[in-house]
Structures are given as structure tokens and as C-alpha cells.
């Protein structure tokens, strides 16, 4: 929110010389967080001068230029630089003639940009200073030519400073509005914190309008058949109108410039009047066209395909969650976020209808953002705006229009007034010391509450207090106490430790997940988070091997509209970070990421219908309910690789990322977990055919898939705009945590020798390798230690359709020292059962 100083100087007693930085120190001192300065980056000498003569002349360029003399200091007294009274200056504007009153910046002014003013020699003339245009002085948009005093409606004497009679010597404060406190999206708003910070005196601006007999004659109907969480869309709708207004008359610079500081352009004085209210006050205005209206308002749902064309000229395509303003011709504004064009004010508007309302904030929430439409109004409406001050912000802006405009006040008019008033609070005594751990005096409390607006009553154990209409975030104990502590100081509130309490720390699962991340990354992997939101297609494709349908939660309001859904895999994610990296310049990646994915359970609806009520515990019951409507959410781990595993260096040629890559990291994370797993042959829609494992885990229950590795299939990773070959993987940590042994602990290094031999086997080319290094293994028995596939080869002496498969073997004893006899018997135990089970014999 921006505040000018001028303005927040008319209802807040500021220091003489009180600066941005004092008034930021102000706030913060109340828990808003200081954003920026703000000004037109204008400075002196610029003043008002009177065009004496000018005379033009045409170039060789085809323009004509104006030699002019422009009085810039009361006859016979200096200028505001010291110079002469009468200045000659070159400018380019056709727009004005001898006797207009004038901007001219004099040398030694510097203009936004910056642009520094000096006397030099242009066209064949010194040009002493600069006649400037609205832009030029950074009060609008207008560049057609210079500005034109008489068409604000001023004639002031010659050398006056134009700065101070333009609101240009004006400076902004911008402060961090948090959603909760709505109410500080206005002048009003900070400057009641600022006489909170400081002790200033506060004059309410709503106190200060002219006050207006209610409006009668004009029909509204509020007619809301589907209320969003049984909440009337228009709590408060007031209408009042004015006659005769002349739309041409020019905003008046004070609050033009007032505007610009506060961030909003000036458009035309009828919608400049409404902005200015709403600023000041905090209660969005919307000003109709009275004479294109009609019949009366009603204010009700959108039907089905129903549309509308807004201020901004798009034709929006209604939904019936949306609010909105209609007559006899149908919808005329969306509720709290934009009017729409077919009522606007325009250059023709001679008569007013004015609308100040109190619309539900989650209404107005939702439909700026399905129809991607944040608007000032819908801005403070979906944080909360004052019911009470509806018909102040009316009253204040018909008085402008009076004043300003040339208009007169008409009885027409309507008042809908529904709103609910805030709810007392019961506030125990000491409760607020047990929670914010300061004994604060109970005056202290009671000057605190009184001064926020609060009506307070005693009762038995404490106090009654009711919020003040502007305060809708006050709701509980806790908020009471909350602003306690805010007001009196955060200064005050000890710093002290909690003691934690003995025999605590991570659990078993969090410290193995730990281990797996540590693992990885200790290896090169760099950990990433990916958003959990995707598309169907994302889900579709990696959440099933075989490419049947999966069950996906899809969000009802999802941050992109083109994603969703929540994940079921985390390769979508991984594989967007490695593309986003890849296309930044990193061609070598092996990522990781461990997170949660969203397993829903096939025809089960998750959500909950309502949420739990604030400030009371919850009960069990409410515990279940919300954990059903939560989907099961395991932990899964995936890596990527692309490019080189190892990179090209003296003596050494760069190794490509592949498959095998992909099973080491699966090998890595089993080992953090000290869980065996092991690969075997299968496809998977996403993954390349022949170059993807299952990895599978031996239970009692028979093998288990606990996860996939492989290489991406080659059209989804050029789809992705990365190269042919990439490595993934993807475990399911929750079950591999499940089957992890709870005493697993580090094995004993043996002292013993070791005895080592070799092993060809031929057996069919079907075989896989690793079942048949299984058989050795278990046919060896306990005695061997390692075995490891050196070789597959299939050639002469081989065969047709067959393979040899060599393996090294370790053999080992803890208590004796093996010969090679003993070493030999188990490794042709071994052979005997890679040979019942897959025909292996022994290569000669």
C-alpha cells in the first residue's frame, strides 16, 4: 500500500520534516514491513511562466519550432535560479499561444528519468530551460503537448513553484499489507497504525464526509440462490445517485498527483473521485452511467455460458460460481473485481449512480482469480472490507462530485444493509501473559483493546470484547492477544529457548531417508524439488509400467490450470529440472529427489466438506475425518543422469551416462537402507525396451516391485529436449523402509584369506544372468562371499542361441584358512543347481 505524506498528514498529526524512512520506522513498530520510497524524481527550479511572445520557425527537417519568451519571475525580481525574469526558450508543442500559463523547468531541474535541465544551444537559439508536457513532469501519460494550466482549472501568478502547486514536492510510503489486515489497504487504515506506533492523534477521514439521508426509489434485489459456504455473496449494497455532472472538468492536480503516488492512473474525474475513495477510505466504489441502466440492480449468480464484456474489453465467459451486478439488460459488472463496459462513465456521462457494497471475500477471491482479473477492488474485498463505512464512502464521494464535478445530489437511491456484526470475544483473565509469556498490567490491556476500536465489557474471569467492524481478522483469544503484544512492542516479548525434552530426536525412518539423500549426494547427485502439480498425460505415463489408467487427485482451484493433478511419480518433476537445466547450459546432470507422490485408491472421493472450526481443539473424530480425505502419500526416491558419468580428461575418454548408471544409484540407496534388492528384465511404457529393470525385493509373501530403472524411452526425452540417452530410476522408499531390517547392523571385516576362482557357465541366451547367479549363489552355500559377472560373450566356440557367462567368486570361512578343495565344492554345488534349474554346464 502507498500513502502519500500530504495525505496521511490530513488525518494523523505528523512531525514538521517528517521523512519516508520516520514513517517507515513508524510501522514497522507495528508489524508492517517497509517496501519502498516513492516520488515523481522531480526537482527544482520548476515554476509557473506566461508565454510573452513566440514565433515559429520551420526546419530543413520539415518541423517547425517555437522560439518563445516566457516570463518566469514576477517583473523586475530574479527567477527561482537567480536569473532574469524573462527566459527564451525553443519547444517543439503546437498546443499553446501567448498568454497561456506554463511549466518550465529552469536550469538546474532534473526530470524523471533523470533528466537534467541546462541552458544549451539548440536550432540556432540558447535555450534557457524547458516548457514540459504532463509526462514530461510525470503527472500522466499525455505527450501531445505541453500542459496547459488553464485546462486544470489554474491560473496562478507567474513564479510560483510549479512542484508544490502540481503535488509534485510529494513523497510516497509503501508498506507490506499481509492478508489478514485488510483494513491497512487505505490512507485511513495507516494512518490509525501510525497513531498506534507513535500516539499521534487520529482523525477518522469516514467521520469527516458530509452526511446523506439514505437513498430511496431505486430498486435492488439481492437475489443469491447459491450461496459459497452459506454466505450471501452481498452482505451490505448501497446506491446513491448525482445529477449533472460535467465528466470534462480535469481532476485537480492535488489529486491526480495523489493518485499517481498512490500507484493508480487518473483517468477522468468521475472514476478519479471513486479511486481516490476507495483509497482513502478502504471501500471499493464503483460509479454507472445512470442513463444506460436499465430498470433497477440485481445482484445474483451467473447462469451457465452466460457473458460478459468488462472495463478492460474483454468478453468473459461466466461461471455460476460468479457474482454479479445486472439489470433489465443482463450482467453489468463482476461483483467486487470489475464493472463492466456497457455502464461505464464516459465523456457523455451526465448522470451518476454510485454503488458501495460489502461482497464475501471468498466469492470475490475466487472470481478474480478464474477469471485471472487481481483488481484494486477485489484486492481489499477478498481481504475484508468495513461494513460501517459503505455509506461514509458513499456520502464522500458524492460530496466531490458536488464539489469538484458540478454535480447535484438526488434522493434516488437504495440502502441493503445485512451484515452481521462482529461477534463479542471472551478473553480470560491472564491468558494473554500465559500465551505471550509477558505479564502486561490489565490498564495496559484494556488501553490497548479501547484504542484499536475494540468495546470492551468485564464479566466474571475476564473480559467481554467486541472487534471493530474494521477488524474481521480479530476472531479469537489468540488475535486479542496477538494485538496486544503487537502494540505494546515485540521488544518487550523475552527471547528464550524451549528445553527440549530428553529422549527424543529423529525417528528410525527419518534418519534412513537422511542416510539415502547423504548417500546419493555424497556420490555427485544433486538434490532438487520439483512441484508436485502435473498434467494427466505426466500421471498417465509414469505412474503405471503397463499403461493402464491411474488414479490421480485432481485440485479443485490448482495454482496452473494446465497442471492439475498431483503427481503419482517423481520423474515428471525431475525430468522439467533436467530440461530447464539442460537448456541453461548444464549438458551433465544427475539429479535426485525425495518427496511424496499421491497414490489415491481407485473410486474413493478425498476432500473434506468443511473445515474445522478455529480456537476449538479438535476432536478425534475430526482427526479421522480429515485423514480420510487425505490420499495415501508414500515416499519415493528418483534419480537422473544425462551426459557424461565421467567427464573427458588427460588420459581418459568421457563415459556416457546409461542403464547401468541408473542400477548403480538403486544399488546406492539399497545399501543406505541395508535392504536387498535386485533387477530383473521388464518393460515400462516410459522407459526403453530391453534397457529397463524391475526392481523387485525378496518378502515372505513372494517378490515384490518396489521400483523401475532404466533409460528414458528415446521420444519422451527428445519430446523433452534432452539427449537420446537418459538414466532414471525410481524406488518406493516407504516400502523399502518397511522391509528394511530394524537390527541390521555393520558386518564384521573377516581376518581369514580369502579364495577366489572363476566360473564359465553355457546356458541358453534367453537365460537372464542374474537368475542364474542367483542359483550359484544359493547352490554354494554360506561359504561364498561375493560373486560377480565378468563376462557375457556369445561367438565361436559358443553354441548357436546360447551364451557363456563367467563369474568371479570369493570364498571365505570365519574360522579356518579354505583350500582350493573346499573352495571347488562349493562352487560346483553351484553349477549342479544353475544346471537343474536353467540347464547350465560348465564351458569347455
Known amino acids: 500500500m502507498r500513502v502519500p505524506i500530504s495525505w496521511l498528514a490530513e488525518y494523523v498529526d505528523l512531525p514538521e520534516g517528517t521523512t519516508v524512512a520516520d514513517l517507515h520506522a513508524a510501522l514497522v513498530r507495528v508489524g508492517f514491513e517497509e517496501e519502498a520510497e516513492h516520488g515523481f524524481g522531480v526537482s527544482g527550479p520548476v515554476v509557473v511562466g506566461e508565454v510573452l511572445e513566440l514565433t515559429p520557425e520551420p526546419q530543413s527537417n520539415g518541423k517547425t519550432i517555437r522560439w518563445c519568451q516566457v516570463r518566469v519571475a514576477p517583473q523586475g525580481r530574479s527567477a527561482a535560479d537567480g536569473g532574469a525574469d524573462v527566459r527564451g526558450v525553443v519547444c517543439g508543442a503546437a498546443n499553446f499561444e501567448v498568454g497561456d500559463k506554463v511549466v518550465v523547468t529552469l536550469p538546474g531541474a532534473v526530470l524523471p528519468g533523470p533528466f537534467p535541465i541546462a541552458a544549451r544551444k539548440t536550432y540556432g537559439h540558447v535555450s534557457d530551460g524547458m516548457i514540459a508536457s504532463a509526462r514530461e513532469l510525470g503527472l500522466g501519460d499525455e505527450h501531445d503537448g505541453i500542459l496547459r494550466l488553464v485546462t486544470l482549472g489554474l491560473d496562478p501568478e507567474v513564479g510560483t513553484d510549479a512542484l508544490r502547486l502540481l503535488g509534485l514536492d510529494d513523497r510516497a510510503v509503501e508498506v507490506n499489507v ?27 477521514p469516514a ?130 473485481v470489475m464493472g463492466g463496459a456497457h455502464t461505464e462513465i464516459s465523456e457523455g456521462t451526465r448522470n451518476v449512480l454510485i454503488e458501495t457494497a460489502i461482497f464475501d471475500p471468498v466469492s470475490i477471491a475466487r472470481t478474480a482469480r478464474r477469471h485471472k482479473l487481481p483488481s484494486e477492488a477485489s484486492k481489499r474485498y477478498e481481504r475484508g472490507v468495513d461494513p460501517a463505512v459503505a455509506d461514509a464512502a458513499s456520502a464522500r464521494v458524492v460530496q466531490l462530485l458536488v464539489d469538484l464535478a458540478g454535480g447535484t445530489p438526488d434522493p434516488l437511491g437504495s440502502a441493503h444493509a445485512a451484515a452481521e456484526p462482529p461477534a463479542p470475544i471472551d478473553l480470560p483473565d491472564g491468558y494473554i501473559a500465559r500465551l505471550v509469556g509477558v505479564d502486561y498490567a490489565d490498564e495496559e490491556i484494556r488501553r490497548t483493546l479501547v484504542e484499536i476500536g475494540a468495546d470492551i465489557a468485564d464479566q466474571d474471569g475476564g473480559l467481554r470484547v467486541t472487534p471493530p467492524t474494521w477488524r474481521p481478522d480479530l476472531v479469537d483469544s489468540a488475535s486479542l492477544a496477538e494485538e496486544v503484544a503487537r502494540l505494546a512492542g515485540y521488544d518487550r516479548i523475552p527471547s528464550v529457548l524451549p528445553v527440549a525434552p530428553p529422549g527424543r530426536g529423529l525417528t528410525r525412518a527419518q534418519k534412513l531417508r537422511r542416510s539415502v539423500a547423504q548417500l546419493l549426494a555424497a556420490n555427485g547427485g544433486v538434490e ?85 472450526p478455529l480456537a476449538v481443539l479438535p476432536t478425534e473424530e475430526t482427526f479421522a475425518a480429515m485423514a480420510a480425505g487425505i490420499p495415501p502419500q508414500p515416499r519415493h526416491v528418483a534419480t537422473l543422469r544425462l551426459g557424461s558419468a565421467i567427464p573427458k580428461q588427460p588420459g581418459q575418454e568421457a563415459v556416457a551416462a546409461d542403464w547401468r548408471d541408473a542400477l548403480t544409484s538403486v544399488q546406492r540407496v539399497a545399501a543406505a537402507l541395508r535392504v536387498t534388492v535386485r533387477p530383473v528384465q521388464g518393460t515400462h511404457q516410459a522407459l526403453h525396451p530391453g534397457r529397463t529393470a524391475r526392481i523387485v525385493a525378496d518378502t515372505p509373501s513372494g517378490e515384490e516391485t518396489v521400483g523401475w530403472a532404466g533409460e528414458l524411452l528415446p521420444s519422451l526425452a527428445e519430446e523433452a529436449d534432452l539427449p537420446h540417452v537418459v538414466a532414471v530410476a525410481e524406488l518406493d522408499l516407504t516400502r523399502l523402509l518397511a522391509l528394511a531390517d530394524p537390527d541390521a547392523h555393520a558386518v564384521a571385516i573377516r581376518t581369514l584369506p580369502a579364495a577366489t576362482q572363476d566360473l564359465s557357465l553355457v546356458v541358453g541366451s534367453e537365460v537372464p544372468a542374474g537368475d542364474v547367479q542367483r542359483a550359484v549363489a544359493e547352490g554354494a552355500g554360506g561359504l561364498l562371499e561375493d560373486i560377480r559377472l565378468l563376462d557375457d560373450y556369445r561367438g565361436a566356440g559358443v553354441p548357436d542361441g546360447s551364451k557363456s557367462l563367467t563369474f568371479a567368486l570369493r570364498f571365505r570361512a570365519e574360522d579356518r584358512t579354505l583350500t582350493a578343495a573346499e573352495a571347488s565344492e562349493a562352487k560346483l554345488a553351484g553349477v549342479a543347481v544353475a544346471g537343474e534349474r536353467y540347464g547350465a554346464s560348465l564351458r569347455e
Not at 491497512?184 to 477518522?204: K, L, P, Q
Request: proline share 9%; no cysteine; net charge neutral.
Open 178 to 204: 499481509t492478508p489478514d489486515r485488510g483494513y491497512a489497504f487505505s490512507v485511513r487504515g495507516i494512518a490509525r497504525e501510525y497513531s498506534h506506533s507513535t500516539g499521534a492523534v487520529f482523525r477518522d
Open 207 to 336: 467521520a469527516l464526509a458530509r452526511p446523506l439521508p439514505p437513498g430511496d426509489g431505486f430498486p435492488v434485489a439481492i437475489q443469491d440462490d447459491a450461496p459459497l459456504r452459506g454466505r450471501v455473496g452481498a452482505s451490505v449494497f448501497l446506491t446513491r445517485a448525482v445529477r449533472g455532472i460535467d465528466p470534462t472538468r480535469p481532476t485537480p492536480p492535488w489529486l491526480a498527483s495523489r493518485l499517481r503516488l498512490a500507484g493508480i492512473r487518473s483517468i477522468s474525474l468521475p472514476v478519479d473521485i471513486t479511486n481516490y475513495v476507495m483509497l482513502e477510505l478502504g471501500e471499493p466504489v464503483h460509479a454507472y452511467d445512470l442513463d444506460r441502466l436499465t430498470g433497477g440492480i440485481v445482484v445474483r449468480r451467473a447462469t451457465p455460458g452466460e457473458r460478459l464484456t468488462t472495463l478492460d474489453g474483454q468478453t468473459r465467459t461466466l461461471s455460476p460460481e460468479d457474482l454479479l451486478i445486472t439489470d433489465g439488460s443482463g450482467p453489468i459488472g463482476l461483483a467486487g
Open 528 to 612: 532438487v524439488l520439483a512441484f508436485p502439480f502435473v498434467r494427466r498425460q505426466q500421471n498417465d505415463r509414469f505412474g503405471s509400467a503397463d499403461g493402464s489408467a491411474v488414479p490421480a487427485v485432481k485440485l479443485a482451484n490448482p495454482i496452473d490450470a494446465e497442471a492439475p493433478y498431483l503427481r503419482t511419480s517423481l520423474l515428471p518433476g525431475l525430468i522439467e529440472i533436467a530440461s530447464r537445466n539442460r537448456s541453461r547450459g548444464f549438458v551433465d546432470l544427475d539429479l535426485f529427489e525425495v518427496g511424496s507422490v499421491f497414490r489415491p485408491e481407485p473410486g474413493v472421493q478425498y476432500g473434506t466438506d468443511s473445515i474445522a
